[in-house]
T-cell receptor, first 114, second 112 residues
Framework: NAGVTQTPKFRVLKTGQSMTLLCAQD?????MYWYRQDPGMGLRLIHY???????AKGEVPDGYNVSRLKKQNFLLGLESAAPSQTSVYFC?????????????FGSGTRLTVV | AQTVTQSQPEMSVQEAETVTLSCTYD???????LFWYKQPPSRQMILVIR??????QNATENRFSVNFQKAAKSFSLKISDSQLGDTAMYFC?????????FGKGTSLLVTP
């Protein structure tokens, strides 16, 4: 089925460890996004990309890095995980920012940093 | 900063009744888009409805409709004939440029 796939779905990290979250979409979308969702905070934008090879900072970029080497993939990296990064992470993609179909979201990655 | 405010953290409605969820936003832009997304317990984000700011006509999608008041910067969602499957978190989202800004959400419970 066409859509956005996030890997992994769950992960537990120790403080200071690093990891990469992978987002893959097969809809040929130009725009891709990483959000984090915390209780009572809604979804907050971490980084986004408007096309292959481009990235830009969102509302809460500190502690994260991203790369978009291939159009279909958008990677989110945590170099040195902190307990404050415990969250549910969502990747999304769209053909354009205001697309009629809106964003297509992945199913989320629940990350716990202990 | 462009913000989205959902003033109702939690709401409850009986099955078959109508409920309205509130959303206000702050922007100096004249052209933008507004969305409502639904997040059921499965955690999946689902688009409910979309509104283009330059269109005066309120968007509708089956039982879901919006009341868009551009001058007041208000974008409320009305759910008619509520169903048990409507139980979810509802997020209002505002798109001024490249990426959506989300409100903090309203948790809606539909009771039998």
């Amino acid at each position: 089925n066409a859509g956005v796939t996030q890997t992994p779905k769950f992960r537990v990290l120790k403080t200071g460890q690093s990891m990469t979250l992978l987002c893959a979409q097969d809809m040929n979308h130009e725009y891709m996004y990483w959000y984090r969702q915390d209780p009572g905070m809604g979804l907050r934008l971490i980084h986004y990309s408007v096309g292959e090879g481009t990235t830009a900072k969102g509302e809460v970029p500190d502690g994260y890095n991203v790369s978009r080497l291939k159009k279909q993939n958008f990677l989110l990296g945590l170099e040195s995980a902190a307990p404050s990064q415990t969250s549910v992470y969502f990747c999304a993609s769209s053909s354009s920012p205001g697309a009629v179909k809106g964003y297509t979201f992945g199913s989320g990655t629940r990350l716990t940093v202990v | 900063a462009q913000t989205v405010t959902q003033s109702q953290p939690e709401m409850s409605v009986q099955e078959a009744e109508t409920v309205t969820l509130s959303c206000t936003y702050d922007t100096s832009e004249s052209n933008y888009y507004l969305f409502w997304y639904k997040q059921p317990p499965s955690r999946q984000m689902i688009l409910v409805i979309r509104q283009e700011a330059y269109k005066q006509q309120n968007a509708t999608e089956n039982r879901f409709s919006v009341n868009f008041q551009k001058a007041a910067k208000s974008f409320s969602l009305k759910i008619s004939d509520s169903q048990l499957g409507d139980t979810a978190m509802y997020f209002c989202a505002f798109l001024p440029g490249y990426a959506l800004n989300f409100g903090k959400g309203t948790s809606l419970l539909v009771t039998p």
